[in-house]
């Protein structure tokens, strides 16, 4: 039958959709399940300690912190949500022993996770940002527009300012920004950590965190 041009030539497509659809697939970011801790981000083009902390980035702690945590997480995401509550716990335990800088990474495959962070960070600019970060992973299953200003009030928002900050996509480009920087050092799934300097790529549990205040 290969002898039959218009059958070689099918097979060849289908075998090029085929690899084509593999690549697309193994490339794609994802939610990370328990991992244990790597030490590189394989395929980066940067260290994770390049990462910057600038000064829109939301920030709990201070910088004397001895545990300096870096987050790039996603508001759709269940593992980050878990881990959120986990972290929170940690810190309330150890005031002034720990530092969590969050990063926006919303997943592509997430329908509801990129505007989520554009919320989360128009709650930011009225310095409300870990406020609205918890209500967000409170009422994860039922992620909408119209629930992202009902959850306004609940965190204690302007009503208005933060409906306007939504509706004209102001922190669109700082979520973009947080994207492509976590992009460029490797990050490929949530939750994922630079702790220290070094990578941590899915859920910390409580005695790990635990473990690094020693």
Same mark, same amino acid.
């Given at each position: 039958?290969?002898?039959?041009?218009?059958?070689?030539?099918?097979?060849?497509?289908?075998?090029?959709?085929?690899?084509?659809?593999?690549?697309?697939?193994?490339?794609?970011? $994802?939610?990370?399940?328990?991992?244990?801790?790597? !030490?590189?981000?394989?395929?980066?083009? $940067?260290?994770?300690?390049?990462?910057?902390?600038?000064?829109?980035?939301?920030?709990?702690?201070?910088?004397?912190?001895?545990?300096? *945590?870096?987050?790039?997480?996603?508001?759709?995401?269940?593992?980050?949500?878990?881990?959120?509550?986990? *972290? $929170?716990?940690?810190?309330?335990?150890?005031?002034?022993?720990?530092? &969590?800088?969050?990063?926006?990474?919303?997943?592509?495959?997430?329908?509801?996770? =990129?505007?989520?962070?554009?919320?989360?960070?128009?709650?930011?600019?009225?310095?409300?940002?870990?406020?609205?970060?918890?209500?967000?992973?409170? !009422? =994860?299953?039922?992620?909408?527009?119209? !629930?992202?200003?009902? &959850?306004?009030?609940?965190?204690? &928002?302007?009503?208005? $300012?933060?409906?306007?900050?939504?509706?004209?996509?102001?922190? &669109?480009?700082?979520? =973009?920004? !947080?994207?492509?920087?976590?992009?460029?050092?490797?990050?490929?799934?949530?939750?994922?950590?630079?702790?220290?300097?070094?990578?941590?790529?899915? *859920?910390?549990?409580?005695?790990?965190?635990?473990?690094?205040?020693?």
């Amino acid at each position: 039958m290969w002898r039959n041009p218009v059958t070689w030539l099918l097979f060849v497509v289908v075998l090029v959709l085929a690899v084509a659809i593999f690549i697309t697939a193994k490339n794609q970011p $994802k939610e990370t399940k328990p991992t244990p801790p790597v !030490n590189s981000a394989i395929g980066s083009t $940067k260290l994770p300690s390049q990462v910057s902390i600038f000064p829109s980035d939301p920030v709990l702690g201070t910088a004397e912190a001895k545990v300096n *945590i870096i987050e790039f997480g996603d508001f759709e995401c269940i593992y980050c949500a878990e881990v959120a509550v986990t *972290i $929170k716990k940690v810190i309330n335990e150890n005031p002034g022993k720990i530092r &969590l800088v969050w990063k926006d990474f919303p997943i592509p495959s997430h329908t509801n996770a =990129q505007a989520a962070a554009e919320a989360a960070q128009c709650a930011a600019r009225q310095g409300k940002f870990w406020q609205y970060h918890d209500v967000l992973f409170q !009422n =994860q299953s039922n992620l909408n527009e119209a !629930n992202y200003l009902s &959850l306004a009030g609940e965190a204690g &928002l302007n009503y208005e $300012k933060f409906n306007l900050c939504l509706k004209n996509h102001e922190t &669109l480009p700082l979520v =973009q920004n !947080n994207f492509a920087e976590g992009q460029a050092i490797g990050v490929d799934g949530t939750p994922y950590f630079i702790i220290n300097g070094e990578v941590f790529s899915g *859920i910390l549990t409580e005695d790990q965190l635990k473990s690094l205040l020693n």
